[in-house]
């Protein structure tokens, strides 16, 4: 049994991971800002910690990392302002992976979009561009770290029921992936260390998730 900690516990992908990991026999710690919250992250048999990413330290972070094998960022600012993108989905991403080294975790996934890096090509008057631009900031920082880094880059999230089935890098482009989809692919990569160092954009398609991300090469 491994113990996972996913920062962002209240997402619905995070909330699919967590039902996930722990019918599979793993402890979930589920961070998140609202007490409110507490009781829906138990039904997914996750544990709540409270953390309030834009205000708690590399310290602070630290202590509720620490003691576990793994993270997952599934967090994110929500479409909110452009300042609170940057406060969440940069500068807090970067707090949690100088955390995670600190703490000792060297394992780090992060949930990342399948466009995501410099050459996004968002134009600065678009609403999504301080978003790209924070995703880039904290995946290339991610990158230049020595943690056992993989980052996600799943395409358009949708609600639809999990299918089991991906496609991976260009056979993916301009398509969409469930949010539970999502999930069973960052509970896949946990238990593939061979994905170390890899970024790995999908969608929904033909292939089995597992038998998929064997086909990845770094």
């Known amino acids: 049994m491994s113990r996972i900690a996913i920062i962002g516990g209240h997402g619905k992908v995070a909330q699919h991971l967590a039902r996930t990991l722990t019918q599979g026999g793993h ?3 589920s961070i998140i800002r609202n007490p409110e919250h507490q009781d829906e992250v ?8 409270l953390l309030d990413l834009e205000t708690s330290s590399t310290e602070e972070l630290a202590a509720a990392l620490a003691g576990h094998d793994a993270v997952v960022w599934s967090a994110g600012a929500g ?3 452009p300042a609170r993108t940057w406060a969440v989905d940069r500068d807090a991403a970067i707090r949690s992976m100088n955390a995670a080294a600190d703490a000792g975790v060297a394992r780090y996934v992060m949930v990342s979009y ?3 890096g410099r050459d996004h090509g968002i134009p600065p008057e678009d609403s999504f561009f301080a978003y790209a631009e924070a995703k880039a900031a904290a995946d290339e920082y991610l990158r230049g770290t020595a943690l056992t880094w993989t980052i996600l880059g799943p395409g358009v999230l949708t609600l639809d029921p999990a299918t089991g089935l991906i496609d991976v890098g260009d056979a993916a482009a301009g398509g969409t992936v469930t949010r539970e ?15 170390a160092g890899m970024f790995i954009q999908f969608n929904n398609g033909k292939t089995p998730i597992a038998q998929a991300l064997e086909t990845l090469t770094a």
């Not at 989809?181 to 994905?195: C, G, I, K």
């Open 42 to 49: 138990r039904r997914t048999g996750g544990t709540p910690v």
């Open 114 to 116: 399948y466009g995501a």
């Open 27 to 29: 402890s979930v710690s």
């Open 181 to 195: 989809d999502v999930a069973l692919v960052a509970a896949a990569v946990l238990q593939q260390p061979r994905t």
């Open 79 to 81: 479409g909110g302002t």
